[in-house]
């Protein structure tokens, strides 16, 4: 596993760009891009009762269709104050660039698009689970293939590994939530109310 850890130490200094980078946007300015209404737990009760083939029964692994087969978590939940799960293919560098990214489970598209700064494009996904709701975000992606305000499946394309134009080594940054609708973020914190370990997330809810 040594080898791992210059990938790791990279993408931790890398990452930190996200922190303090400028050009991220405020709560304010993301506010403005985002179609929900501050009433949004109103907006999502009722988007999930009109729709309820979307209501999520478990949760995948959003590379290497289901298990993350081919992939490894260079930066996991915490290390480093990590928000989320930094995940890269086995063959390093920029070998996974292009690679498909999978929505973690059934849910609707709430945020898609690019940001720009240290964090590129970025994909929210809100998802209704036993009765409680959970955001997955999909941070640096190359591409992005679904639209703002659509409903996906577990298992969905919506978009490809990327290297937030070319600030990393290509990486999924993958956060999950219990809290939704927070602000971006800066990627690490010490303080990790309204996040969850997103692996141990996933695997504790497969179906
Ligand atoms: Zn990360």
Not at 142 to 169: E, L, M, P
Request: hydrophobic fraction near 30%; include cysteine; aromatic fraction near 12%.
């Amino acid at each position: 596993m040594k080898q791992l850890i210059p990938i790791a130490c990279l993408c931790f200094l890398s990452c930190q760009q996200i922190a303090n980078n400028k050009n991220t946007p405020t709560s304010e300015q993301r506010q403005q891009k985002t179609n929900v209404p501050k009433n949004s737990f109103v907006f999502f009760d009722s988007l999930f009762t009109n729709q309820p083939t979307y209501i999520a029964s478990g949760f995948d692994f959003p590379i290497g269709k289901p298990n993350a087969n081919g992939y490894y978590n260079a930066q996991k939940f915490t290390v480093n104050d990590h928000l989320g799960d930094d995940w890269n293919g086995k063959g390093g560098g920029n070998t996974d660039l292009g690679d498909p990214i999978y929505s973690i489970g059934n849910g609707y598209v709430n945020f898609a698009e690019d940001i720009e700064g240290g964090w590129g494009n970025v994909i929210r996904i809100i998802h209704k689970y036993k009765g409680n709701y959970y955001e997955s975000l999909y941070a640096h992606c190359d591409t992005i293939s679904v639209k703002n305000g659509s409903f996906v499946t577990k298992g969905t394309q919506i978009g490809t590994i990327g290297n937030a134009h070319g600030t990393y080594y290509a990486h999924l940054h993958l956060e999950i939530r219990d809290s939704i609708l927070m602000d971006i973020g800066g990627g690490y914190s010490k303080n990790t109310t309204g996040y969850l370990d997103p692996t141990k997330f996933i695997n504790s809810n497969r179906n």
